[in-house]
Each structure stands twice: as C-alpha cells, then as structure tokens.
Nanobody
Framework: QVQLVESGGGLVQAGGSLRLSCAAS????????MGWFRQAPGKEREFVAA????????VYADSVKGRFTISRDNAKSTVYLQMNSLQPDDTAVYYC?????????????????WGQGTQVTVSS
C-alpha cells in the first residue's frame, strides 16, 4: 500500500507560479516512479509529468514543457511539481500517482496508487 497526499494548490493569477507537493508513505519511496496528472472540468485526466525512481529521468507533456518542473526528494518521500508561467488552461485538479513497476509512464493505466488531488485555479 502507498498513501499519497498532495498539497500546495490554490488560486493564482495568470503568469504566476505554484509549487505542488505530494508526500508518500507506506513503501520505500525510492523504489517507485512518480507522476503528476490533472483533470479539468468535463475533461479526462491527462498526463503532466513523470520522474523515475532516482530522479535522473523526467518526461513532460508538451503543453507544460519548459514551464513545469518535476522533482523528488527521496529522503523526504516527496515529489514536487514547480509550475511557472501559469495560464487559465492549467486550471484543474492535480493528482500525484505512484508507478510501482515502471520508469514513470505517460499512461494513467500504469499507475497503481493515486492521491486525492489538489485544486489549481488560474485567473486571467
């Protein structure tokens, strides 16, 4: 079992920044990859970014590349998503997820555990 708790969401103006955190517990954090997804109202949950176990490999959705940065601190069992130059289209509930067996996939089907989500709202 892995428990994931996101934090750091909120309301921000366009062009602003937020940093999301996801604290994990239940299994050795450095043994699994992590990802961030988001879901806007009326839309499917979509991939945002992923990071492998060591933090040496990251992948991003094209829509956030160059603006968002995923990182992890294995000593703190926490994964982060630094979001800069936020735009109204980034408004969504953001979820972190654990990929126990892979390298951090783009497909949500590869993830085994999910957090409860944190709301990010970007005003224009």
């Amino acid at each position: 079992q892995v428990q994931l708790v996101e934090s750091g969401g909120g309301l921000v103006q366009a062009g602003g920044s937020l940093r999301l955190s996801c604290a994990a517990s239940g299994r050795t954090f450095s043994n699994y990859a992590m990802g961030w997804f988001r879901q806007a109202p009326g839309k499917e949950r979509e991939f945002v970014a992923a990071i492998n176990r060591s933090g040496g490999r990251t992948v991003y959705a094209d829509s956030v590349k160059g603006r968002f940065t995923i990182s992890r601190d294995n000593a703190k069992s926490t994964v982060y998503l630094q979001m800069n130059s936020l735009q109204p289209d980034d408004t969504a509930v953001y979820y972190c997820a654990a990929d126990l067996y892979g390298l951090g996939a783009r497909s949500r089907d590869e993830y085994n555990y999910w957090g409860q989500g944190t709301q990010v709202t970007v005003s224009s």
